[in-house]
């Protein structure tokens, strides 16, 4: 497993603000190489600390409806199986395990209040699932 230093946290500190940050750029700001700043972009990328880039999108800017969905779970559910559950479902804009009374949370997005609820019903359908709680997104606070 590849060990992260405080300059490669800086390095996808930048990246996560700006993905096509040039290697030159976060080489300025960072008071490095660029020489060194594209070896260690390239060794966190093989070694899978970083696997891959993604876009942000502006989900204000997305007509439809969004919800917060807190997934409480029959028995011990592994991340795996939480993971293939939530893979194949519509909607799932990003889904976390965490430590509480909720094995899961998953931000889903749908076109409008009737889809979310089939989605949401999808997800009680599981027998992993016990119940769910789910909250409409009236407005984003921070990005």
Known sequence: MAVVDHVDESIIELLTRDARMPFSEMARVLGRSTSLIKRRVEAMRESGVIPGFTIAADPSRFEGTEAVVEIFCRGNVSTT???TLL??????????????????????RAPNNEALGEIVETLRAS????????????DRLAH
């Open 81 to 83: 199986e939480l993971r």
């Open 87 to 108: 893979g194949g479902l519509d909607g799932v804009v990003t889904a976390v395990s965490v430590a509480g009374a909720a094995d899961a949370v998953v931000i889903l």
């Open 127 to 138: 027998s992993r699932i016990e119940r769910t709680r789910t909250s409409i997104v009236l």
